[in-house]
């Protein structure tokens, strides 16, 4: 039997995601009509074997009570766990402190995700490519543009693509474009490995003299990171197979990036389950392409919506309104000819009248760039947090907006506090 | 009489607009510049007009013999091979305003106001010296040449450039009543009226200051241009109301000063105003925001667009959700594509825009 281990961090984690995350742990922000952590959950369920799908992090477990109970109920066959780590302990620290409770039940593979990140998850090919290599994990990468490889974590591959020889983080110069989509999948072996290294790391400490380290390292033997610790070696010591995927990927880090990842999820069930998606309806307003419209939003006949559109519960967008690559959060109101472009408009704001909300689209080039407390440098997608009201005419342009602000004028390339 | 229009040349700080038409053809208002200012003459009493120009385009010459029958007056052009400056073409078309004894007008064709011509001639009459010139009050007279008159006396002893210090807040607003004899004054050659002339004058003690009721604009550059068609219209509203689109009738009317020409056509849900100029055979489309704007003859705009503080040109259109705003010039014929944004945009003729213009720039 296998499991599942998602990584979901904590709330002092996902800074970028603010101002979105002050309201919503980032794993529950939705994305294609639902959180993102379900598509992963999703993804696991169609995986053969998977018993237990358990997810750790930092947050308090009430936290991911109702989503998990509704997973109990989608999905069945499955058994969902929620496991806290009690103290920040490197990536993989909490894995390997969990173990136990990880290997209960005679468990032979180990998945690993990140939920920070959106993809088809191709977790059958994966686990495919992991039984063949009979290594002790399997990374998945994706080969991205050279120029942007050194934000993320490189893996330098053999010449037959199957095994990685060396794994590098987000290093300066270039080392390989085929990065890690952030999943994995292991055997139990792992925990093994995390054993040595942790011995080995304690040997090497106690060799030192004890006074000049102990106060300010008295832990460190207990924190692992899975990338620069574990992987590292696993690649140097070839016990690293590699799955190359050619399917979507990509990361959910900043907020903006929301938005592309609500877009590749609402194409994806363009395939996968159409009847989610909006239809175009003689009565019912204009749709361009896909568009996810929960039933309880009300859309006016004479609006114009999509592509990569979602609306979410109660929301009720106005006569003649234009909303396009854009996320609308629960009870929104969209008033008559407002206009909302590559955009994210939070939890109960409100749009007047000929209001105009529009960011750049994000790209992968602009999402690493980071946003300047003078503002100039915002260059993407327009963020409004919780309870945003936009008066009547007012245009917010490529402007992030903390929750709760009314905006009276016109506002380019801001941060609004 | 008499009156004599400074055009000059090719009005390039009104472009794009002057690339399709010569700057007093431009509507203002939806009537061309240079005929608001005959048809006030012609109340006057003008019977001739000289155009002082550095060119002659054949569309102004065409136009203008049209105004020559519609009124029963003469209008000639006085082309000069050199730019004169404001007082050379006084003394170039000296055949025509010394024909006779009976003072002449000077007016800079770029000066819009409730042109008080009648009263400044029964004025000028009466005080029986050379010149008068017309005065309008501003604000800030830091910034322009003043007119400094003897105390509770409207002759004028002396004009200050730029003041520092306040002497006064009346300046010269570009529109003048002569004596022929002023020509003597001037030779042929560029020469400005405002420095070389006046100062002159004044120490001769023929020069009176009348006073401008009302507003007054100089429209020679869009932004002025905006504003110039907001004065015109608020001044409409209290002298002709009835010109303008009723609050009353009409429920897109928001705050009022809409001109809308009678062959327009405006859909459902707009929400128009204040100070909006609607040209001949205009389609506006369903829940559209207009404000602070100029939309020429032939326009279309379409449903849910937002156009403020910006002027859109002949046979132009701009798309579903567009949102023009920050002084943008359409030129003729300028097409933007649904959801566009276009802020302070100038965009030559015949051009299509596809993408945001987010800061102001020109558009070739």
Known sequence: ?417 | MKALILVGGFGTRLRPLTLTLPKPLVEFANKPMILHQIEALVKAGVTDVVLAVNYKPEVMASVLKKYEEKFGIKITFSVENEPLGTAGPLALARSILCKDDSPFFVLNADVTCDYPFKEMLAFHTAHGCEGTILATKVEEPSKYGVIVTESNSSLIKCFVEKPVEFVGNRINAGIYIFNPSIVDRIELRPTSIEKEIFPAMAANEQLHTFDLEGYWMDVGQPKDFIAGTCLYLSSLAKKQPELLASPVDNDFVNGGNVLVHPTAVIGNGCKIGPNVSIGPNVIIGDGVRLEKCVIMEDVQIKSYSFVRNSIVGWHSSVGSWSRLDGVSVLGDDVHINDEIYVNGAQILPHKSISANVTEPKIVM
């Open chain 1, 1 to 417: 039997m296998n499991k599942a281990v998602i990584l979901v961090g904590g709330p002092s984690r996902a800074t970028r995601f603010r101002p979105l995350s002050m309201n919503l742990p980032q794993p529950l922000f939705p994305v294609g009509g639902k959180p993102i952590i379900w598509h992963q959950v999703n993804a696991l369920s169609k995986t053969p074997g998977i018993t237990e799908i358990i997810l750790l992090g930092l947050f308090e477990a009430h936290v991911f009570k109702s989503f998990l109970d509704q997973c109990t109920l989608e999905f069945p066959k499955i058994e969902f766990k929620y496991l806290r780590e009690f103290a920040l302990l490197g990536t993989a620290g909490g894995l390997f402190h969990f173990r136990d409770q990880i290997m209960h039940g005679n468990t032979k593979n180990i998945f690993l995700l990140y939920t920070d990140i959106c993809s088809a998850f191709p977790l059958t090919e994966l686990l495919e490519k992991h039984e063949q290599s009979k290594s002790i994990g399997t990374i998945m990468v994706k080969k991205v543009p050279r120029e942007l490889a050194s934000n993320y974590g490189c893996v330098v591959a053999d010449s037959e693509k199957k095994m990685a020889l060396h794994y590098v983080e987000k290093p300066e110069t270039y080392v390989s474009d085929l990065v890690s989509t952030g999943v994995y999948v292991f055997t139990t072996e792992i925990f093994k490995l995390m054993s040595e290294i942790i011995e080995e790391r304690s040997k090497e400490l106690s060799n030192l003299p004890k006074k000049a380290f102990h106060d300010n390292f008295g832990n460190i033997h207990d924190s692992l990171r899975l990338e620069q610790d574990v992987l590292q070696k696993m690649a140097s010591e070839h016990n690293l197979g590699i799955y190359i995927t050619d399917t979507f990927w990509r990361q959910i880090k900043s907020a903006a990036s929301a938005v592309p990842a609500n877009a590749e999820y609402l194409m994806q069930t363009q395939k996968s389950n159409p009847s989610m998606l909006a239809k175009q309806n003689p009565e019912g307003p204009t749709i361009i392409g896909s568009v996810y419209i929960h039933p309880s939003a009300s859309v006016d006949p004479t609006a114009k919506i999509g592509p990569n559109v979602s609306i979410h519960s109660r929301v009720s967008i106005g006569a003649g309104a234009r909303i396009k690559n854009s996320i609308i959060l629960d009870n929104v109101v969209v008033r008559d000819y407002a206009a909302v472009i590559n955009a994210i408009v939070g939890w109960n704001g409100k749009i007047g009248r000929w209001a105009r909300v529009e960011g750049n689209p994000c790209n992968d080039l602009n999402d690493h760039e980071y946003v300047t407390s003078a503002g100039v440098k915002i260059n993407s997608i327009c963020i409004l947090g919780q309870e945003t009201i936009v008066k009547n005419e007012v245009f917010v342009r490529s402007s992030i907006v903390l929750p709760y602000k009314e905006i009276s004028s016109d506002k380019h390339n801001e941060i609004l506090m």
